[in-house]
């Protein structure tokens, strides 16, 4: 008995310090990742896919960004006929956030191009008010890579001030596709996979959770 509780207490032992090297080389890595890291300016980041997840990721950045006391601007693109919690929220709670929606819907229930088109052209006029103000830390653009896939606006114009905004500004672009300029200009890409969704074995949207 006395003997297998030594094993035991050896194996412990091993596993360990075993551990506890792996943790040091491991932490060694971040380290060194962490001091090669010197480039100090905001960031394009792309969070697309067909996943859900992208616009409340970027609704997530918009709170740490507010925690830090930073300027904030939402521009919504599609959605807007039906209300969400992030747009009571901001409209109820938080007056210093610049927020706008395009506040035509879904394309495919508007089903006119030319009006959609119009639309999308009078909402980015606010995207590039947002892009050329070097107060604002963080500008979230909420849907915007629809407007490129159905060629609401144009591609150029679009990359072209997202590239040129004040250099500590970091802009959130959201939806699925865009495209791959955008793609190329983006500093950080995250595809979010569909792997299972509610709503596809008849589950309703839920209030607070999808919208």
Known sequence: ??????????????????????????KAKVDANIA???IERGLIVLLTGNGKGKSSSAFGMLLRSLG??????????????QLS????FIRDH?????????????????????????AAEATWAHAEKLLKDPAYNLVILDELTYMLAYQYLDEERVLNALQNRPRE????????????????IADTVSDIDDVKHAFRAGVKARQGVDY
């Not at 610049?98 to 506040?103: A, H, I, P, T, V």
Request: charged letters at 25%; glycine letters at 12%; hydrophobic letters at 30%.
């Open 1 to 26: 008995m006395e003997n297998e509780q030594n094993n035991d207490l050896h194996g412990n032992d091993k596993k360990n310090a075993k551990h506890k090297a792996s943790m040091q080389k491991q």
């Open 36 to 38: 090669a890291a010197d």
């Open 169 to 184: 500004q970091t802009v959130v672009v959201t939806g699925r596709g865009g495209g791959s300029a955008l793609r190329e």
């Open 94 to 118: 938080l007056p210093q956030v610049y927020f706008q929606q395009m506040g035509t819907g879904f394309t495919w229930n508007t089903q006119d191009r030319s009006s959609d088109i119009a």
């Open 68 to 81: 830090y006391g930073h300027k904030v601007g939402v521009v919504q693109f599609i959605k807007g006929v």
């Open 85 to 88: 919690g992030e747009e009571i």
